[in-house]
């Protein structure tokens, strides 16, 4: 996937690492970025910095019906989409103890939020032979996010669906990458370091904290090589190789970071 002159489509694209996909994508030569965030005010200031390429829409990726339009709109006006990155997530800070509507809002925004994004480009990808979908899984995807449960569960959900895409699609010319940064300079681990999170407080504690922009760079990487599991933080794999290796031991590592952390 080079990106002169694609289509590329970003979901929570009004910030953080969204908003820094949409600034890159533009700067490497895509026909047309569209920015859509659950906040239609920022999106619109995101797009307009970017320039005339950019164009901004409002959409809860909760609601099918809004992906819908979104992606309806979207090939009215440009043709096609050639890079759907299901961006937008949340995370709660909690673990069992949070209400049902908590874990709900995680499954609907970080999973359900990709099933619709794949419902509606499909049809499109596929007729015209190809598309590439990116979705935003996070770390937590392939490890653990200590201290928020229905984090965890639902970005291993989402790793596990676009694997799922990959396997099923490929051969029919889609491609899907899987974005599973570690810990990154955005508005979500800057609130949860503030709240006090005991997550936030691991990711900070684990390792570098890299910029959106850097994280874009990875991201132009992997799709050049279009990689499923695009990892910003190399060390991700290995970490994920021990887990893997010895669960008990990872296990074991986690724990005491947490013991440390909790004084």
């Not at 619109?44 to 901004?56: E, N, T």
């Not at 619709?116 to 596929?126: E, S």
């Not at 569960?153 to 799922?164: M, R």
Request: a negative charge.
């Amino acid at each position: 996937m080079n990106l002169t002159d694609r289509i590329a489509v970003i979901t929570g694209g009004a910030g953080g690492i969204g908003s820094a996909l949409a600034r890159r994508f533009a700067a490497e030569g895509a026909a047309a970025v569209v920015v859509a965030d659950l906040d239609a005010d920022a999106a619109d200031a995101v797009a307009a910095g970017i320039g005339p390429v950019a164009h901004a829409a409002a959409v809860d990726v909760t609601d099918e019906e809004q992906v819908r339009a979104l992606v309806a709109d979207t090939e009215r006006r440009y043709g096609r989409i050639d890079l759907f990155c299901a961006n937008a997530g949340v995370a709660t800070g909690g673990g069992v103890e949070l209400p049902d509507a908590d874990w709900d809002r995680a499954w609907r925004v970080n999973v359900l939020a990709h099933v619709y994004a794949a419902r509606a480009v499909l049809p499109g990808m596929l007729a015209r032979g190809g598309g590439y979908l990116l979705a935003t899984c996070s770390a937590a995807g392939v490890l653990t996010a200590v201290g928020d449960a229905p984090y965890t569960a639902t970005k291993h959900a989402a790793v596990g669906f676009a694997e799922w895409l990959a396997v099923t699609y490929r051969d029919q010319g889609l491609r899907v990458s899987a974005l599973c940064p570690q810990g990154v300079d955005t508005p979500m681990l800057a609130d949860g370091l503030a709240a006090g999170h005991l997550g936030a407080r691991v990711i900070a504690a684990s390792g570098a904290v890299l910029s959106p922009d850097q994280v874009a760079d990875a991201v132009i990487a992997g799709l050049a090589e279009e990689r499923f599991l695009i990892l910003p933080h190399p060390e991700v794999a290995g970490y994920a190789r021990r887990r893997a290796e010895d669960p008990d031991g990872w296990q074991a590592g986690l724990r005491k970071l947490v013991r440390r952390l909790r004084g």
